[in-house]
């Protein structure tokens, strides 16, 4: 059905600007959820010199920024008004073009979460992000265009979570998925990316001890039979399961490997490789110890079973996403050590320790590994038999926000920076 809530939009349509060089970052950590961007460069110093515009935002956030054609899209907050705004700027001088904003209320949430913590997600014209309408206790996925008209909303419904919402959608084909498992139960959807009515939705009823706040991944199957695609989703109360992305139908689950949260989101390992063959790793939050972090193999012949491969014995992450080329998997820990993992069998090749945490997920681009650390220090990494630090650069977070947590954009060889209250584009000149 779709949603009643009353949206307070301000439309600031200030310019229209012809596309840029070409190039998307539809969604969050890029294409397909990969975190790899092979072909593009982007400095190595982030500075001064290599700083091609910066604007600022009138409120903080998390949420990642996406990218499609010249066109930037990213959220902010106004905790003191109540409010949530999707902000769009040019790409290539970060000129304002439009704004919108939604009313989200009076509303709690953990100290390191905010209300604009979800990553908005991209398709051709078509722009959606999720919100909490605190006056109605409904999630909302709202939908506009790329010129911010509006298009349609869509109650997700109620939600239960000690740490606040962040519901990532993604979009297949014109599908918009969302995952919403909280404590309360919930379902996983696709939604008509011009209409938003439904087309499946999955319930998965069982209460949950906890929220999960990982991204779905949408995996090709490799088996003759059966969809093409598949939708892969991970949480407390069902584990990890695998559902035809044309029906929601299941098609393979492998419950009961989770106990705590899950945020790591699901990454197909071997994607990288050319090989018919996948690897899915996931992992969930464990008190007092190494968290949980597994390779599953999924099936793709129908009835199949899916199998766990490996499991990561130490310095698993709880936060940050791995990224994998299909030769080597990078493994970022929460608390700064480095991993570079062989993918098939989980053993790993080196570590690094790093100074601070991590919560920003890890990103490929141009065959180097760049990390972001909470404390805004942006890590330029060759990886090959070990880590080599090539450049650490200081962000300098401005004191409306306490950590750096967003996970950056990269299109049109530049990286686009969410820092606190503040939006950066870095290239070379």
């Known amino acids: 059905m779709k949603g009643t809530a009353l949206i307070s939009w301000v439309s600031l349509l200030l310019l229209e600007s012809a596309a840029g060089e070409g190039g998307n970052w539809p969604r969050f950590r890029g294409p397909d959820g990969s975190g790899v961007a092979a072909g593009q460069e982007i400095p190595l110093e982030l500075g001064e010199s290599t700083r091609a515009w910066s604007v600022s935002l009138p409120g903080p956030g998390s949420s990642s920024p996406v990218v499609w054609d010249n066109r930037v899209f990213v959220t902010s907050e106004d905790r003191a008004r109540g409010l949530v705004r999707l902000h769009c700027f040019e790409a290539k001088a970060g000129t304002p073009l439009w704004r919108k904003e939604v009313k989200v209320g009076a509303y709690l949430t953990h100290k390191m ?30 939908a506009c265009s790329h010129e911010g008209r509006d298009l349609w909303n869509y109650d ?21 998925i969302i995952a919403h498992l909280h404590q309360r139960g919930g379902y996983v959807a696709s939604l008509n990316g011009k209409t938003g009515e439904p087309e499946w939705k999955r319930l998965y009823p069982r209460p949950s001890p906890k929220t999960t706040y990982m991204t779905p991944l949408i995996r090709r199957r490799h088996g003759a039979d059966g969809p093409e695609y598949e939708v892969v989703v991970s949480s407390t109360s069902i584990g990890v399961r695998g559902l035809n992305v044309e029906n929601g139908r299941e098609l393979w689950s492998l419950p009961d490997v989770f106990n705590e949260r899950c945020i790591v989101s699901p990454v197909d390992i071997l994607a990288g490789s050319g090989e ?115 450049a650490i650069s200081d962000l300098r977070a401005g004191d409306e926000v306490t950590w750096v947590d967003a996970s950056p954009a990269v299109a049109h060889n530049s990286l686009y920076l969410r820092v606190g209250a503040r939006l950066d584009c870095y290239r070379r000149k």
């Open 276 to 390: 018919k063959d996948s690897l899915l790793t996931v992992g969930c939050k464990r008190e007092g110890g190494n968290n949980v972090f597994l390779a599953v193999r999924p099936p793709d012949a129908s009835g199949g079973k899916a199998e766990v491969v490996w499991q990561l014995e130490n310095n698993a992450p709880y936060v940050p996403t791995p990224v994998s080329d299909g030769k080597t998997l990078y493994v970022l820990a929460d608390r700064g050590v480095l991993q570079a993992v062989d993918p098939r069998s989980g053993q790993p090749k080196w570590e690094k320790k790093f100074q601070g945490n991590f919560y920003a997920s890890p990103l490929l681009i141009g065959g180097r590994l760049f990390c972001l650390s909470r404390d805004g220090e942006a890590y330029s990494i060759e990886v090959d038999k070990e880590a080599r630090v090539l």
């Open 156 to 176: 997700i419904g109620e939600f239960k979570g000690a740490h606040g919402l962040n519901i990532v959608p993604v979009i297949h084909e014109g599908s918009v």
């Open 113 to 142: 979460n905010n209300t604009a913590a979800a990553t908005p997600a991209l398709a051709e014209d078509l722009v959606v992000f999720s919100w909490y309408d605190s006056s109605r206790k409904v999630a909302v996925l709202s």
